[in-house]
Structure formats: C-alpha cells, structure tokens
C-alpha cells in the first residue's frame, strides 16, 4: 500500500441494472494517484469514464471496492460527511459548466467558497483573485449568458478552485468549446499542473492529455493502459502538508 497516494481506489467496480441489462460502467478498477500529479484518462464513449469520475469525487457509490481520499475512506462515508467533504476538499468541473445562470460570474465563484464556510470578505477577495487568475476580471460581474463558452469554463474552474482543493475532478472540460476556447483552458490546466494541483481529467481531446503526467486509457470499464510521461510534472506537490492539514 503506497501511503503517499492522495486518491487511492481498490476494486472498485459499479453496475448499473441487473439480469441481462447488467452493466459493467466501471469493472474492478485500482488506481493510486499521488499528490500533485495530472492524470487524463480516456477512452470511447461510454466506457465507464465519467462513472468512475463520480465515483471517485464521492458524487456516487461504488457497487463494490474501496475508494479512499487524503487516507479517509469515502465509498462508506455517510451522505452528510461525503457532502462536506466536496464541499471542503474536491473541485468539480463539467463538460456543461454548471453555473448558476442567475449570478455573477464572481458570485459563481465565491457560492462554493462560501458553502464551504469562508467568510464573505474573504470567499469575495478570493473569488476575484481566480477570476484574475483566470483571466477574467474584467467579467466579474458578467452573467454567464453574457460570456463565451470558454469564459463560461474558466469561471466554472475558477470556482472549483475556490475552495482550495486536494484534487480537481474535470469530465470533459472541453467537450463543449471551440478551438480558441479549448486552448485557454488548456493554458489553464498547465497553469494547474505547475502550480502542484492534483488533477484528474477525463478528455477526448489529446491536447488535453498531452499536458497530464500520466494517461490511462479505459476500455470497458477497465484500464488498458496506464502511461507516466518522462519528465512530465514538478513532482513537487507543492503544499501538500499544509492541505492535508487542513482536512477535517
Ligand atoms: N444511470 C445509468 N443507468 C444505466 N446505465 C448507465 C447509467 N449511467 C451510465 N450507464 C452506462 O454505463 C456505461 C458507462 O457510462 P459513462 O457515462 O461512465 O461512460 P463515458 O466513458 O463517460 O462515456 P462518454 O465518453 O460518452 O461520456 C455506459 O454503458 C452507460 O450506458
Ligand atoms: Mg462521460
């Protein structure tokens, strides 16, 4: 057992129906991911990508196996504790943003903060802090209809930063953008990457993966291939200590 790896899974597997609608969406998968490293994984439509996402952001249960975050087991953890600690710890971004259409791009940003118990002061300074960081503080009072796709995402990763968290899960970040916006985000992401984030992405795109330290390829539910990149990633895991410090 690696005590090293942030995000840890063993066996974990998930079924969806049953008799001869069963399916196998993630089948017996292990996975050990250290802090700070950039993961891609990838695969054909429907081979249990965006279900072991889920599963390892603790957005669903396992069927069977062991999912374990920052050495706290997830998988059994009650609805309560599970939504804490997304709340607290985990940064989710989505192929179709999730953003609340009604608010600011900065109260986008600063809701996860402020749901994770920051101060308002405080989830506001940090709120327009990321939109800087990503790019965007000029639009910091624009509503998301007001912005373009690739804006509409980076606010969406602004906001999954905002509460500083051990791992930013990413399902298809790019699934719904263009070339340009594609770009920017993957600027975005090596931003993340030099910066010591641990990410997990799940892409189509191979630009996208090309920046990660590491690429799995899933096949039916399974991983055919599991790939680390020399001299890809700082290693450094910067800050690690203190985020771990920082849990519960
Ligand atoms: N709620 C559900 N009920 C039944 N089957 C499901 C459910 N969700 C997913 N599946 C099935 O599980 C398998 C894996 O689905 P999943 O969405 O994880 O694939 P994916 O790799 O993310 O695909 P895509 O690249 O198209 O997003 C698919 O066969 C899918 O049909
Ligand atoms: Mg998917």
Redesign the pocket.
């Given at each position: 057992m690696s005590g090293s790896a942030l995000l840890r899974a063993r066996g974990v597997t998930r079924w969806?129906?049953r008799g001869s609608a069963l399916?196998r969406?993630?089948d017996e998968v292990d996975l050990e991911v250290p802090a700070g490293q950039t993961l891609a994984v990838m695969?054909?439509?429907?081979?249990?990508?965006?279900?072991?996402l889920h599963l390892l952001g603790g957005l669903q249960r396992p069927t069977d196996g062991e999912i374990w975050l920052a050495g706290h087991r997830i998988d059994t953890m009650s609805e309560r504790a599970l939504a804490r600690l997304r709340r607290q710890h985990i940064g989710f971004v989505f192929q179709s943003f999730h953003l609340m259409d009604e608010l600011t791009a900065v109260e986008n940003v600063e809701l996860a903060a402020l749901l994770a118990g920051q101060s308002p002061r405080r989830a506001r300074r940090r709120a327009l802090d990321l939109l800087d960081r990503v790019g965007l503080a000029d639009r910091a009072r624009h509503l998301p209809s007001a912005l373009s796709g690739g804006q509409r995402q980076r606010v969406a990763i602004a906001r999954a930063l905002s509460n500083e968290p051990l791992i930013v899960l990413a399902?298809?970040p790019t699934g719904n953008l263009d070339s340009a916006a594609t770009l920017e985000v993957l600027r975005l992401f090596e931003d993340l990457r030099t910066a010591g984030q641990t990410l997990v992405v799940?892409t189509?795109d191979a630009r996208i993966a090309a920046i990660a330290d590491r690429m799995i390829s899933?096949r039916d539910?399974a991983f055919a291939d599991d790939s680390r990149f020399a001299g890809a990633g700082n290693g450094s895991a910067a800050g690690t200590g203190t985020i771990y410090g920082g849990w519960r």
């Open positions: 969806y129906g399916v969406a993630v695969g054909p439509s429907g081979c249990g990508k965006s279900t072991l399902d298809e799940v189509h899933m539910g």
